[in-house]
C-alpha cells in the first residue's frame, strides 16, 4: 500500500551534520520506488533570501536526512537493496579515500588511476547499484565532495528516473552545499534535460540581480547545451542570448561564445559573436574568445575581412596586436 500523501508544514531547525555545519531535515524514505509524495525539505530562507518552490520528492531522497535506521553505506535498512548492493557501495566509498598526505607520489597517483576505473565501471551498473547510491549520498555517508559527486553520478547514470526529482531538489533549492547543487545541475540535464531547461530557462535570461541563489551560471549553460543534445534541439539562442547579457557571470559568457564557435551555419550565433568581438565594456577576454570562435566557424575569407575592418577602428593597442596575429596564422593578406 502506497505510504499516504504527506504535505510538510514550518519546519524547526533540525540538528546540524556532523560532517558540515548545515541544517539538516529529517524524513523516511524510499527510494523512487515509492510514489512520489509533496514535501518541502528546505530550510527556513537567511535574510534577502527566497523560499524555495514546493517539490514532489520521495521524502528520504534530502541530503542529511535522519531519523531512520540505515546500515554502514548509509542505506536505509528497510530500503530494496540486496546486502550484495549495499557491500557493493561500501567498498567503492572506502576505495575513494585517498592515501593518507604523507605517503610516497607514485601511490597517489596509483590510487587516482583505479577509482577513476572503478568510478567508470559503476557508472556502467545495474538500477539497483544506482538506488544504493542515491542513498548512500541522502545518508551523508561521506563529507568528500569527490566521493559525493560520484554517488550522484553513479545514481544518475545507472537509475536516471530515481536521481531527477533529487536532482532538480539540490539544483534550485537553497542551504544544501553549494558543490552538490552545481553538480546536481550538470547530472539533471542528463536524467531529465525538460525539466532542467524549465527550471534554468529563467535565471539565464534574467536582467536583473537574480532573486534566488542558483548554482553558478557557467554551469548552468554547459548544463543547457547537454539538454539541448539530450532533446535534440538546438541551444544557440540561449548561447547568443548568454553571450550577450552583460548580467551573467563572465565565465558564462565565455563558455557560451566558446560554444557558438560551434554552430557555424547559424545566423543568430554569427550575429552573436560579432557583437563580442566589439563588447565595449573592457572585457577583453571575451573580445579574444569570440574572436577565436568567428577563427574556428567563419570561413577564412569572411574572418580576415571582418578581422581587418575592427583593427581600422581599434583603440586597445594590445588586442589590436592580438587581431593582427591571428592575421597572420590565418594567412590574411
Known sequence: MPPPELRAGPLHQAPTSPFRGILLWPFGWALGLLPLVSCSPAPAPTAGEPAAQEIALPPSLNPGSKGEDRDSAGIPHSAPISSEARAEIKAFVEAMIPPAIEETSDLHDEWLRQTRALRKMMEAREEEIGNAALHAFTGEVSDRTVTRQALLRIGTRCSPKAAAPLLRELMVTYGYRYDDRTEAAVLLAEADPEVYKQEAAAHLRRRKRATKTMPPDEFLIRAWVTACERTQTSPVDMLADAATNLVLDPPARYAAVEFLGGYPDDTLGREALKVCLVESTGDAYLRRKAAQAIRVSFNTE??????????????????????????QLMGCK
Not at 302 to 327: K, N, P, R, W, Y
Open 302 to 327: 569572411e574572418a580576415c575581412a571582418l578581422f581587418s575592418h575592427i583593427l581600422s577602428l581599434e583603440v586597445d593597442a594590445t588586442f589590436a596586436t592580438f587581431l593582427a596575429d591571428m592575421q
